[in-house]
């Protein structure tokens, strides 16, 4: 399961990550991609990770090829929230992404995180 969301007054990217069905893998960046087009660049994400049971080899290169294509599209940082095995994998293979990654512990402290950042970011301007 991945569902997309976009929030464009925040200009912030929500993917939810759930039990990965093998034919739905495939199309992950492709439906990423037809929905940051809305965003700015300087983005930012949230990532729910919910179950990361079934993730093989292919799943780990469409995950690489997402976050290559996040950080392409100019998002600047992200919060991984849910399953610590789920964000332990992130990190993982996403070392070489080009964005800052932190974690949260729940969906309202990782919007904290992201609100101050953008505040102290829009402070500096």
């Known amino acids: ?33 037809e929905e940051i087009h809305r965003l700015d660049h300087g983005f930012s994400c949230i990532t729910r990770i919910l179950d990361v049971r079934d993730i093989d080899e292919n799943d780990i290169h469409e995950i690489i090829k997402i976050q290559d294509l996040l950080s392409e599209k100019g998002m ?5 929230v849910g399953i610590e095995a789920g964000k332990e994998l992130l990190d993982r293979i996403g070392d070489d992404a080009g964005y800052i990654a932190l974690t949260a512990d729940n969906l309202e402290e990782a919007e904290k995180i992201l609100d101050e950042l953008d505040e102290r970011d829009a402070l500096k301007k």
């Not at 990550?17 to 960046?29: E, F, I, P, Q, Y």
């Open 1 to 33: 399961m991945l569902e997309i969301k976009v929030d464009i007054l925040k200009n912030r990217l929500y993917l939810t990550l759930g039990r990965v069905r093998k034919d739905k893998v495939a199309d992950s960046s492709k439906r990423i991609e």
């Open 76 to 80: 600047s940082r992200a919060v991984r």
